[in-house]
């Protein structure tokens, strides 16, 4: 990169949330390691980035938010844009559609979304599960209280179902276990 060009992107406020919606401005936030786009490692990482940028609005609005996990060419992960699943309310569902939005050239690696404060908010769903199984992705779930994250193994599945044994396919990457087990 052209290092004026780079700091005279720095030298620009970005303190309006509305500025997102241009291009350069965008590119700005994902150099700067934030929002769908950025950069990351491992897929881990770019899974509990996207859940727990989006945990508080999600508790916020009573909705899910939803995406998709994917590695570019080089090998370095990222998150697609957040879509939001419909108001929670009145026990009708509210689960967010995972449309593998990832761009072109990138590949597929796993689901991302949040649940609301809900009643079983702290678990994935019976549809969460199946759909990855679905797809062969794995899963990351921000769940309450802010920072709780679950992954979903679609890799351990069967060793665990066939044998009773083997690592849990569902573990807590971050945060309270609520009787869960953790992934470390
Ligand atoms: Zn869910």
Redesign the pocket.
């Known amino acids: 990169m052209d290092g004026n060009a780079e700091r005279s992107a720095r030298g620009t406020s970005d303190d309006s949330s509305c500025e997102l919606n241009y291009p350069s401005l965008r590119k700005k936030r994902e150099r700067l390691g934030q929002g769908p786009g950025a950069l990351f490692y491992s897929m881990t990482q770019a899974g509990i980035a996207a859940v727990t940028s989006l945990e508080g609005p999600s508790i916020a609005q009573n909705r899910?938010f939803?995406g998709v996990v994917y590695e570019d060419a080089n090998g370095v992960f990222s998150y697609s844009n957040p879509q939001p699943g419909a108001v929670c309310s009145g026990g009708g569902s509210c689960?967010?559609n995972f449309d593998a939005n990832n761009p072109e050239g990138t590949t597929y690696l796993a689901t991302y979304?949040t649940?609301p404060n809900t009643s079983g908010a702290q678990e994935?769903?019976a549809?969460?599960i199946n759909s990855d199984i679905d797809n062969n992705v794995f899963g990351f779930?921000g769940t309450p209280p802010k920072g709780r994250v679950l992954m979903f193994n679609p890799g351990l599945l069967v060793q665990f179902n066939t044998f009773g044994g083997g690592a849990s396919p569902i573990c807590v990457l971050q945060g309270p276990l609520l009787g869960g087990t953790s992934c470390k």
């Open positions: 899910e939803g689960e967010v979304h649940h994935f769903s549809q969460d779930l």
